[in-house]
């Protein structure tokens, strides 16, 4: 008996649990703030499901203020513990609240499917169980790619702009564990001000590729919406025939622009911004994805050519660069005949989707970076059967990377495929086909969004049971946070003292 209580007391941290609960209540008032959006929107175009995000955003908000205001913790301190369970917190509360207005509208999804459809909006996944999406109210639509857009740059990131008490209270424990990539550099000396650099960045790309979709062929609330998704890297759309709507070379050549804007990490546009253009093309990241998109788009060109399928010069210029910037910044765009191109170019996407673009841009995917050290660290490795007692490093950007960082990047990219091997079986279990079983857990995890469809084995996420959903959601979350974030939440040393 003395020996259960002792293991238990070992595995009870203290863990600031009401410092969490208050700031989780702060955020639940910044999302209710921006249901405003969808809510007005409903307003303005005479819609009744103003009703399901005005009973929305009083959920929220008073639920929020609860939280926020009538509890009060003894020490405002936050340690490692609580910033890596916060920032998951975050993405599963945001996402609880956020799929209310879909249980809540006129033709109402079920909380599985809810759950699914918002937890993809906000980790800007795009995958949706939703076979047509003509019949959605503009408020829906709206909120939509709201989401993504808020997912993009981060909700915790967000959070440290406009909440200055996380400055001191774990803020660069949580900037960590939500930022993509593997290192991660403060731009400004304090954390809020880096989060607020980034967000302005964000919110400025956002208005000027509104500004350029206005201008076209498409309507403001349209352009409103595709400038969230696409600049969120999320890509969903606001109607079943999606950006083929306008048939438009104008808005696909502005759309490939920002999708490949989206996969630059934002540091790097920072710098631009400020006139640090050394920085810029001297990263060997940057150079690698300029050299990825290149070469795939001379393969992908000469491939449609040699296949018979270059019908125009629009057909192998602009279509293969689009599909290309679409899936390695884990968009998920697609062209309308890119299902015709071939065996060959799916499995080149698939390559694209699973290393995605650069860390600390608003892509998904395993990152361009974790690439780059794992070439770099598997020749060190062939060199070594010949040269045992050479010391060989992997270098990137000049700078000799750590052996621990270079561990750390092999872990990642090895827990990366067990769990598309493990989500593939389960679902198999569930009944899935096995094609359908791997390609979602896999599109998930690299929160691009493709169904399966795309292969030409399955449909939509609408075939999947509800306790398929339900890992799959957790799967987006996984990939979003880069898996350490979630998975370290379920071992046994997180909750050790």
């Not at 808020?150 to 008490?165: E, K, N, W």
């Not at 059967?385 to 960082?405: Q, Y």
């Amino acid at each position: 008996m003395r020996h259960s209580v002792y293991s238990l007391h070992n595995y009870l941290p203290m863990i600031n649990l009401p410092v969490l609960l208050r700031i989780m209540g702060l955020l639940l008032i910044i999302e209710a703030c921006f249901l405003i959006v969808p809510l007005v929107t409903c307003l303005v175009y005479g819609e009744s499901d103003w009703e399901a995000f005005l009973l929305t955003f009083v959920i929220t908000l008073v639920t929020g203020s609860v939280m926020a205001f009538a509890i009060h913790p003894s020490s405002p301190a936050m340690g490692k513990r609580e910033g890596f369970l916060l920032t998951g917190m975050v993405w599963v509360f945001f996402s609880s609240f956020g799929m209310l207005p879909f249980i809540f509208m006129s033709e109402p999804l079920s909380v599985s499917d809810a759950f699914f459809e918002a937890m993809s909006g906000f980790t800007t996944t795009g995958a949706s169980i939703m076979t047509s999406i003509s019949h959605l109210s503009h408020g829906a639509v709206i909120w939509r790619s709201l989401m993504q857009w808020i997912g993009g740059m981060g909700i915790i990131l967000f959070t440290l702009a406009v909440i200055p008490m996380l400055n001191h209270s774990g803020g660069m424990q949580m900037f960590n564990a939500e930022v993509t990539g593997i290192t991660h550099d403060k731009l400004r000396p304090r954390i809020s001000q880096t989060a607020k650099s980034l967000w302005l960045i964000y919110f400025t790309l956002t208005a000027i590729l509104f500004g350029l979709l206005y201008l076209g062929p498409m309507e403001g609330f349209d352009a409103v919406c595709y400038a969230f998704s696409i600049m969120s890297t999320g890509g969903f759309a606001t109607s079943d025939e999606g950006l083929g709507l306008w048939r438009s070379d104008y808005i696909e050549a502005v759309t490939t622009f920002f999708m490949f804007i989206g996969g630059v990490s934002f540091t790097l546009i920072y710098r631009a911004v400020h006139r640090d253009f050394k920085a810029v093309w001297s990263n060997d990241v940057f150079k690698t994805y300029i050299g990825i998109v290149t070469g795939c788009y001379v393969i992908f060109a000469l491939t449609i050519w040699l296949n018979g399928q270059a019908t125009s010069i629009k057909s192998v210029t602009l279509d293969p660069l689009f599909q290309i910037v679409s899936m390695i910044s884990s968009t998920g765009f697609e062209v309308p005949e890119f299902g015709s191109w071939g065996t060959f170019i799916l499995s080149m996407v698939m390559v694209l989707m699973f290393f995605g673009a650069c860390a600390g841009s608003t892509s998904g995917g395993a990152k361009i970076d974790r690439l780059i050290y794992m070439l770099q660290n598997c020749r060190n490795e062939i060199e070594r059967c010949i040269h045992p007692n050479n010391i060989l490093t992997v270098r990137v950007n000049g700078k000799v990377i750590p052996h621990e960082t270079v561990s750390k990047v092999i872990a990642f990219l090895c827990l990366y495929v067990l769990i598309i091997f493990a989500g593939g079986i389960v679902l198999t279990a569930m009944g899935l086909p096995l094609i359908d079983a791997f390609f979602s857990t896999f599109t998930c995890i690299s929160n691009t969004g493709l169904s399966a469809g795309v292969t030409g084995y399955g449909s939509t996420f609408s075939i999947i049971p509800d306790a398929g959903k339900w890992l799959l959601a957790m799967i987006m979350l996984i990939g979003r946070l880069e898996l350490f974030t979630v998975l370290l939440i379920f071992t046994p040393t997180f909750w050790k003292k």
